[in-house]
Nanobody, 115 residues
Framework: QVQVAESGGGLVQAGGSLRLSCAAS????????MGWYRQGPGKQRELVAY???????DYADSVKGRFTISRDNAKNMVYLQMNFLKPEDTAVYYC?????????WGQGTQVTVSS
């Protein structure tokens, strides 16, 4: 069984920054690809960024240059540093972890960016 828990969401003004954290724990180790998705009001869930176990990263075009994903394999943690936030970044952010042949999701953390 794998548990995934996000933290770090909140309310921030446009142009501000937030750092999301995600902790993965359980009987599967090491974890494979870890990533962040988001779902805005009335929108479908979309990939924000991911990072492989070797450190390869990729980002949605809408966040390139503003967000940075990183991970700490020793702690089974993944982070999302979000800078220059925009109102359109408002969403519930979900952590996604690949372990073995399955994928696991956290409960999500709300990020609200005010204009």
């Amino acid at each position: 069984q794998v548990q995934v828990a996000e933290s770090g969401g909140g309310l921030v003004q446009a142009g501000g920054s937030l750092r999301l954290s995600c902790a993965a724990s359980g009987s599967i180790w090491p974890f494979g690809r870890m990533g962040w998705y988001r779902q805005g009001p009335g929108k479908q869930r979309e990939l924000v960024a991911y990072i492989t176990s070797r450190g390869t990263t990729d980002y949605a075009d809408s966040v390139k240059g503003r967000f940075t994903i990183s991970r700490d394999n020793a702690k089974n943690m993944v982070y999302l540093q979000m800078n220059f936030l925009k109102p359109e970044d408002t969403a519930v952010y979900y952590c996604n972890v690949n372990g073995g042949t399955a994928t696991y999701w956290g409960q999500g953390t709300q990020v609200t960016v005010s204009s």
